[in-house]
Each structure stands twice: as structure tokens, then as C-alpha cells.
């Protein structure tokens, strides 16, 4: 079959192609090629419904026939296409999206498509207050709303009398009043397209507020650029810049007094170094505890020397007790503990494995005593084993 091409279709077949495109490029992302056939189609379906006189400027939505109330949403469908479309000049996108959005939403103002409440709510928001834009745009999503409820409602219903116009009319023959179902159809298909264009209204409105703002700040962006330059900054201009940070630290080196500084050390560092024999616990380092001065910020930071100035410093002291020692030196306290109970543990062992401490033990005074007292003991038990409790006393039992 061969495909007709774009100057021999008819009104309806373009705008049902391009509806296509537009729905599965508001549904999902669509490549850009199919974008700009979609944008094409609409232009061509602008070309005949002008050349066709479809609309007039002194109609309204009661003199429009219902067959061409769709080509009401051609521009709108435009300018949603051509927000997609991808290029480098995107300020001319917008503008472009911008005029075609203003064109559908002047059309249905004059057509009288547009709410009351929309104009009003517009013409408070002139003034740019806040509560207003919010009331506004809290409307709007009202309205939004409630046209997809009711393009739902319409097509569900729409769908039940399908089916049972199909399963009637297997049984039952066409009656008298045929007439007045297809009345009916007609009636509830320009309820749809008149929906369809108050949900595209609300669209377009939210869209053509997005798109200002985008181009807005698009406007600022390409304004800053051309006065900063749209290059990097020349070299001279780096050269002068590199030369005042040289400067800057020549200068701040030669005010700075540098010490040498010390080491990056700390406890569980120094332990393992002690413990893997690098370093010795009596070994010097300069990671030592300075006490925290608190004062005049005049006295602290000159670093005072004499005793009257440290005692001024040292005025503003805080509510609770400053540390004494650094984390380091109490490290160095408890291993320096440690140590000396390894030594005294080491000495208890080393005694109880002397055979002076095993001659001395067995030749103690009381072990006799303890093997006289042992041998008692085993005794009674064994007495206790051939005379259990109550043994004796059988005769006074009841039953003995």
C-alpha cells in the first residue's frame, strides 16, 4: 500500500497523525525526528483549517459544529511539540512554544471557552501577590482535575453502551428511536472535545508561565555571559591574577614566623611504636598538651610572657576543670602502669616456680594438721554412707 504523502492528506488524517505524535511525546519520550514530523503535520493542518475557514473571530463555541471542534487544539498541540524540540538556540524554542500557547489560549477567550473564574483569578494576579497566584493555581488544578474525571466518566460509558449495543443486537432487531442514540452520541462526543479543550486550557496556561520563567532566567544567563565574555579570561588578565597570589604569599612569609613543626604523633601511633621497639617510652616529642587560655582576645593572642599578663589572660576561665595532661601523656601513664605490673607479675611467677618456694610449701608446720583433718573427713562420710538419715528410729514409726 502506498503511503500518501503530507499535501495529499486530508484534514482529519493529518490531525489524527499528529495527535498521535503529540500524545506519545506527552506520554513518554519520542525521538527528535518525530517531534519535528509532528510539528510539521500540525503547521499543515494550520494551513488548511485557514485556508478552509473553519473559524471565524466573531463565533463562539455554540456556532462551532461539533466535527470541527477538535481543530480547536492545534495550536495548542504545536506549541507542546515545539517546547520539545532539542537545539542549540533554545530562547528561540521558547519564544516560538510562547506564541503559539498565547495564540490557543486568545482563541478560546474569544470563543468563550475560557472560565470566568480563570479571567478573574488572572486579573487579580496582576498584581503580583502571593496568596492570589496560589489561589490561582489551586483553581486551576481543580479544574484540571475534574476535566480528566469527567473524560474518564465519558468514555467508560461510552465502552458500556458499545457492549450492550453489541450484545443486543445479536437478539434484538433494530427498533424506531435509532435516531435518538445517535443524537445522543453526538451530543456526548462534543461534551468530550468541549472537556478535552478545557483540560488543554489548563495545560497551556501552566505551560506558558513555565516557559517564562525558563526564559527569564535563560535572559540573565545569556546577559552575564556577554558582559564577562563568552571566552576565558584573557592571559594577560591570568598573568596579573598569578602575580598578586605570588605577592600575597611573599609577603604573608616574610610576616609569618614559621617553627618547625612537630611531628603528627599520637597515642595508639606512639604506643605501637614503643611496643614494636621503634621508640622508647622515656623518648621526647613535641606533641605535648598546651592548657587552653581563655581571655581577651588583646592578651591571648599576643602570647603573654610576664606573670601579670598571664594572669590577666587567664581571667575568663570556664565553669568546669580543664585537663591536665594531653592524651598522649596519659597514654604514656598507663602503659608506664602496665609495665610495672608485668614486672610484679612476672616476679610472683618466677617465685612459685623457684624450688626453694616448692621446698618451703612442703615443708610447712600445718600440713599434718591438714591430712589428719582430711582423712576425718572421709571418714564421716563413709558413715554417713552405711548409716542413712533416719536409720535408727523405725520403731517409733506407726507402722514399725
Given at each position: 500500500?502506498?503511503?500518501?504523502?503530507?499535501?495529499?492528506m486530508?484534514?482529519?488524517?493529518?490531525f489524527?497523525?499528529?495527535?498521535?505524535?503529540?500524545q506519545?511525546?506527552?506520554?513518554?519520550?519520542?525521538?527528535?525526528?518525530?517531534?519535528?514530523?509532528?510539528?510539521?503535520?500540525?503547521?499543515?493542518?494550520e494551513?488548511?483549517i485557514?485556508?478552509?475557514?473553519?473559524?471565524?473571530?466573531?463565533?463562539?463555541?455554540?456556532?462551532?459544529?461539533?466535527?470541527?471542534?477538535?481543530?480547536?487544539?492545534?495550536?495548542?498541540?504545536?506549541?507542546?511539540?515545539?517546547?520539545?524540540?532539542?537545539?542549540?538556540?533554545?530562547i528561540?524554542?521558547l519564544?516560538?512554544?510562547?506564541?503559539?500557547?498565547?495564540?490557543?489560549?486568545?482563541?478560546?477567550?474569544?470563543?468563550?471557552?475560557?472560565?470566568?473564574?480563570?479571567?478573574?483569578?488572572?486579573?487579580?494576579?496582576?498584581?503580583?501577590?502571593?496568596?492570589?497566584?496560589?489561589?490561582?493555581?489551586?483553581a486551576?488544578?481543580?479544574?484540571?482535575k475534574?476535566?480528566?474525571?469527567?473524560?474518564?466518566?465519558?468514555?467508560?460509558?461510552?465502552?458500556?453502551?458499545?457492549?450492550s449495543?453489541?450484545?443486543s443486537?445479536?437478539?434484538?432487531?433494530?427498533?424506531?428511536?435509532?435516531e435518538?442514540t445517535?443524537?445522543?452520541?453526538?451530543?456526548?462526543?462534543?461534551?468530550?472535545?468541549?472537556?478535552?479543550?478545557?483540560?488543554?486550557?489548563?495545560?497551556?496556561?501552566?505551560?506558558?508561565?513555565m516557559?517564562?520563567?525558563e526564559?527569564?532566567?535563560?535572559?540573565?544567563?545569556?546577559?552575564?555571559?556577554s558582559?564577562?565574555?563568552?571566552?576565558?579570561l584573557s592571559?594577560?588578565?591570568?598573568?596579573?591574577?598569578?602575580?598578586k597570589a605570588?605577592?600575597?604569599?611573599?609577603?604573608?612569609?616574610?610576616?609569618?614566623?614559621?617553627t618547625?613543626?612537630?611531628?603528627?604523633?599520637?597515642?595508639?601511633?606512639?604506643?605501637?611504636?614503643?611496643?614494636?621497639?621503634?621508640?622508647?617510652?622515656?623518648?621526647?616529642?613535641?606533641?605535648?598538651?598546651?592548657?587552653?587560655?581563655f581571655?581577651?582576645?588583646?592578651?591571648?593572642?599576643?602570647?603573654?610572657t610576664?606573670?601579670r599578663e598571664?594572669i590577666?589572660?587567664?581571667?575568663?576561665?570556664?565553669?568546669?576543670?580543664l585537663?591536665?595532661?594531653?592524651?598522649?601523656e596519659?597514654g604514656l601513664?598507663?602503659?608506664?602502669?602496665?609495665?610495672?605490673?608485668?614486672?610484679?607479675?612476672?616476679?610472683?611467677?618466677?617465685?612459685?616456680?623457684?624450688s626453694?618456694y616448692?621446698?618451703?610449701?612442703q615443708?610447712?608446720?600445718?600440713d599434718?594438721?591438714d591430712?589428719?583433718a582430711?582423712?576425718?573427713?572421709?571418714?564421716?562420710?563413709?558413715?554417713?554412707?552405711?548409716?542413712?538419715?533416719g536409720?535408727?528410729?523405725?520403731k517409733?514409726?506407726?507402722c514399725g
Amino acid at each position: 500500500m502506498v503511503e500518501l504523502t503530507m499535501e495529499e492528506m486530508s484534514l482529519p488524517v493529518l490531525f489524527e497523525q499528529a495527535r498521535k505524535i503529540h500524545q506519545a511525546a506527552s506520554d513518554s519520550s519520542v525521538d527528535q525526528d518525530t517531534v519535528k514530523k509532528g510539528c510539521e503535520l500540525l503547521k499543515k493542518c494550520e494551513e488548511m483549517i485557514g485556508k478552509l475557514g473553519l473559524f471565524s473571530a466573531n463565533e463562539t463555541k455554540e456556532d462551532i459544529s461539533t466535527t470541527n471542534l477538535k481543530y480547536l487544539l492545534v495550536p495548542y498541540c504545536l506549541g507542546e511539540l515545539t517546547e520539545k524540540i532539542t537545539e542549540e538556540d533554545r530562547i528561540r524554542i521558547l519564544k516560538a512554544s510562547q506564541a503559539k500557547l498565547k495564540e490557543f489560549i486568545s482563541f478560546c477567550e474569544a470563543m468563550e471557552l475560557v472560565p470566568e473564574e480563570e479571567l478573574e483569578s488572572s486579573a487579580r494576579a496582576a498584581g503580583g501577590t502571593f496568596a492570589d497566584r496560589r489561589a490561582k493555581k489551586i483553581a486551576r488544578f481543580k479544574r484540571q482535575k475534574a476535566a480528566e474525571s469527567k473524560l474518564l466518566e465519558i468514555k467508560e460509558r461510552k465502552e458500556r453502551r458499545g457492549r450492550s449495543t453489541r450484545a443486543s443486537a445479536l437478539s434484538t432487531p433494530v427498533e424506531a428511536g435509532e435516531e435518538d442514540t445517535e443524537d445522543d452520541d453526538g451530543e456526548e462526543e462534543r461534551e468530550a472535545w468541549l472537556t478535552t479543550i478545557s483540560l488543554a486550557l489548563c495545560k497551556a496556561l501552566d505551560l506558558l508561565e513555565m516557559l517564562k520563567k525558563e526564559e527569564e532566567m535563560l535572559l540573565v544567563v545569556k546577559e552575564r555571559q556577554s558582559q564577562e565574555g563568552e571566552n576565558e579570561l584573557s592571559q594577560s588578565i591570568l598573568d596579573e591574577r598569578a602575580k598578586k597570589a605570588e605577592a600575597w604569599h611573599r609577603d604573608a612569609s616574610a610576616r609569618v614566623r614559621y617553627t618547625k613543626p612537630a611531628a603528627p604523633i599520637t597515642c595508639a601511633t606512639f604506643a605501637q611504636d614503643v611496643l614494636e621497639g621503634r621508640a622508647k617510652v622515656s623518648q621526647f616529642h613535641e606533641h605535648k598538651h598546651q592548657p587552653m587560655i581563655f581571655g581577651p582576645a588583646s592578651l591571648v593572642g599576643k602570647n603573654p610572657t610576664s606573670e601579670r599578663e598571664k594572669i590577666a589572660a587567664q581571667v575568663f576561665q570556664p565553669h568546669y576543670r580543664l585537663p591536665t595532661m594531653s592524651i598522649e601523656e596519659a597514654g604514656l601513664k598507663e602503659m608506664e602502669i602496665m609495665n610495672k605490673w608485668q614486672e610484679r607479675t612476672a616476679k610472683v611467677i618466677e617465685e612459685a616456680n623457684s624450688s626453694w618456694y616448692k621446698d618451703n610449701r612442703q615443708s610447712r608446720p600445718g600440713d599434718e594438721d591438714d591430712d589428719a583433718a582430711q582423712e576425718k573427713a572421709r571418714a564421716w562420710d563413709d558413715w554417713k554412707d552405711d548409716n542413712p538419715r533416719g536409720a535408727g528410729n523405725k520403731k517409733l514409726t506407726p507402722c514399725g
